[in-house]
């Protein structure tokens, strides 16, 4: 099965410095990579997502680079802001009978200090 | 607004009990998803299901079982609880198809097995 690596498991930066978290992952069958943002007592909610006939998608302050060929995909947030605090997940999914079934990495816990 | 709901926010049973929990979508969902969360591990999926009364096993299955009699409702049995099974439980549901493969997340149940 698919297995995702996270890195790194806690990042700390100061308001307004940019933050990256990267993914790594193992089936070259994965297509669809989405990052998903959890803040403390909250679900995890979609920040942003990837396929992989795409090679960077930004959506303002947040951008999403895939690298198929080496099976990497990395989230950067420029110009953090305290609400910026929270876990982000990375997920690898394929399409398996039509259904995207989503593997998820460890979890990174951004902390930005104001 | 999409809404996935799970039936209890906290709940604490003991060893050897049987633990029903119990997941809701009103999107109409095809795909159901209950999910494991630990420090430091992430989310792991534990069952999924792409139609009622299907279930596929994900990475942890052993201990659990699901069920699925309605497409809108999605239910994960703990047959003989167990103290190493105490953590937040977390539910999802998504679309079938390529073209909205977001996961929608209820709010999590922490049990506690006691």
């Known amino acids: 099965g698919e297995n995702v690596e996270q890195h790194p498991s806690t990042l700390s930066v100061q308001e307004g410095d940019s933050a990256v978290i990267k993914c790594t992952y193992s089936d070259s069958a994965s297509n669809y990579f989405p990052w998903y943002k959890q803040e403390l007592g909250k679900r995890p909610q979609l920040i942003i997502d990837i396929r992989s006939n795409v090679g960077e998608k930004k959506d303002q302050r947040i951008a999403v680079t895939l690298n198929k060929t080496a099976k990497h995909f990395s989230l950067h947030i420029t110009e953090t802001q305290p609400e910026d605090s929270a876990v982000y997940f990375c997920a690898a999914s394929q399409a398996s009978g039509g259904s995207y079934i989503p593997t998820f990495g460890r979890g990174t816990s951004l902390i930005v200090h104001p | 607004d999409v809404k996935v709901t799970q039936s209890s926010r906290y709940l604490v049973k003991r060893t050897g009990e049987k633990v029903f929990l119990e997941c809701v979508q009103d999107m109409d969902h095809e795909n159901m998803f209950w999910y494991r969360q630990d420090p430091g591990l992430g989310l792991r999926l534990i069952y999924f299901s792409y139609d009622v009364k299907m279930k596929e096993k994900g990475d942890i299955p052993e201990g659990y079982s699901v069920s699925r009699e309605k497409k809108e409702r999605f239910s994960l049995i703990l047959e003989s609880a167990s103290t190493n099974q105490t953590s937040m439980y977390l539910c999802?549901?998504?679309?079938?198809?390529?073209?909205?493969?977001?996961?929608?997340f209820g709010q999590g149940t922490r049990l506690t097995v006691v």
């Open positions: 999802a549901s998504s679309s079938l198809g390529q073209s909205n493969t977001e996961a929608f």
